[in-house]
């Protein structure tokens, strides 16, 4: 971050586009990013890959790629290393890497990469329940953003209970046309037939919980360890290091570990440079320059691109209860965001003059908001 007075270069506008055309843009990228995630994830797991060989690659290859821009660029920002804080990176791991990444490959080779978009809508959401019932979100229902914010958080609920519950008939199925357009090796992929779609969805919600446990887990880590590149860095480490004991247990087949196809090399690739390393540093400077409402509100625009890549690349049907429940998910979404938005606007009415006495404690707790755990607030809006 660069010192007041000062103008970055990263706040300089490249090739003379406006930096909110810039976040507009970026934003896109990173959701159709996310969404050929989904798609190749589903490809891997269709080919035959293991799935803790897959994970172990996947972090193996974004520790590579975080490590070197971690200890560069914030060497000066980087506190002491000490045995409490690499137990709060291990905890970090356990819940943000191994569980959260081990239940949505769980998930999705049950189910669709357009459902487990689909139930990701809901993490804002979970994450907002999380900290109410832990007292670190304020939940004030004489208000109308805290009657958004819950209404919001039960639609969410109740849109992946649907998902979860209730699959449904389906209502589109790619025309013959497209099926005959597509190549054969990737039609085949797409068929989930004798899979169990209810575990499926019941280990994406366990995948939608680790992630929102993540995020108000790393809370409190990083108002005392500050270097957030470095507490990326050290908790995909300690991932790593789990999934490799996970591996020594449930993967002894050498030949597991070897690639055979062309598929998966690019699936493990994609996995870890574009899925965890790219999409880390461009989220970073999305949230830091437009605020992490307006990452937010292109979350639901993933889903929308899975469904459709999804179909084309996988032959992939479309279900009524999938439908539904992203319907509900992406407007409590929306609910939650409104209302965190209104929130915000209220309490920065309420900021009295620095020459006040209560100014301090007022700016203390607008920071503790959990609206962007990993960043600073953003002082523009977009």
């Known amino acids: ?46 080919v035959g890959i293991s799935k803790i060989v897959f994970l172990v690659y996947r972090n193996i290859i974004a520790l590579a790629l975080l490590l070197p821009f971690a200890y560069f660029l914030e060497k000066k920002e980087r506190p002491p290393i000490s045995p409490w804080f690499l137990f709060q990176f291990f905890i970090l791991a356990l819940v943000g890497i191994t569980a959260n990444q081990g239940f949505y490959l769980l998930g999705l080779d049950n189910t669709s990469p357009t459902f487990a978009s689909a139930i990701q ?24 953003d805290g009657i958004a914010k819950v209404a919001g958080t039960i639609g969410c609920v109740a849109g992946a209970t649907v998902i979860t519950l209730y699959k449904g008939p389906a209502i589109y199925s790619p025309t013959p046309p497209l099926h005959e357009a597509t190549p054969m090796l990737l039609l085949s992929l797409g068929d989930v037939n004798g899979k169990n779609w209810t575990l499926g969805c019941i280990f994406l919600i366990g995948h939608c919980l680790s992630w929102s446990g993540w995020l108000v887990l790393q809370k409190p880590v990083l108002q005392k360890y ?157």
Request: charged share 15%.
């Open 121 to 144: 809508n809901s993490v804002p959401a979970i994450t907002f329940l999380m900290a109410a019932i832990l007292r670190i979100e304020k939940v004030r229902l004489n208000r109308k």
């Open 226 to 382: 500050p270097a957030r590149l470095s507490v990326t860095s050290y908790t995909c480490f300690f991932g790593l290091i789990q999934f490799l004991i996970i591996a020594a247990f449930l993967e002894r087949d050498a030949s597991a570990w070897s690639f055979h196809s062309g598929a998966e090399i690019l699936s493990v690739l994609y996995a870890g440079v574009v899925a965890s390393g790219i999409a880390f540093a461009v989220q970073i400077w999305c949230i830091d320059r437009g605020g992490p409402v307006f990452v937010a509100v292109y979350q639901p625009v993933q889903t929308l691109v899975v469904a459709i890549m999804a179909s084309i690349a996988l032959g992939e049907e479309f279900y009524l209860g999938g439908i539904i429940g992203a319907v509900l998910i992406i407007t409590g979404l929306y609910l939650v965001l409104w209302g965190k938005n209104e929130e915000a606007k209220f309490a920065k009415a309420a900021i009295p003059s620095p020459i006040e006495p209560g100014a301090s404690k007022t700016h203390s707790l607008i920071k503790s908001s959990l609206t962007q755990p990993l960043l600073p607030p953003s002082a523009e809006n977009v």
């Open 1 to 46: 971050m660069a010192e007041n007075g000062g103008v970055p270069p990263a706040k300089r506008m490249w090739c003379s586009v406006p930096e909110k055309l810039q976040l507009h843009i970026a934003m896109l990228t990173l959701q159709f990013g996310y969404a050929g995630f989904h798609v190749v994830s589903r490809v891997a797991l269709n």
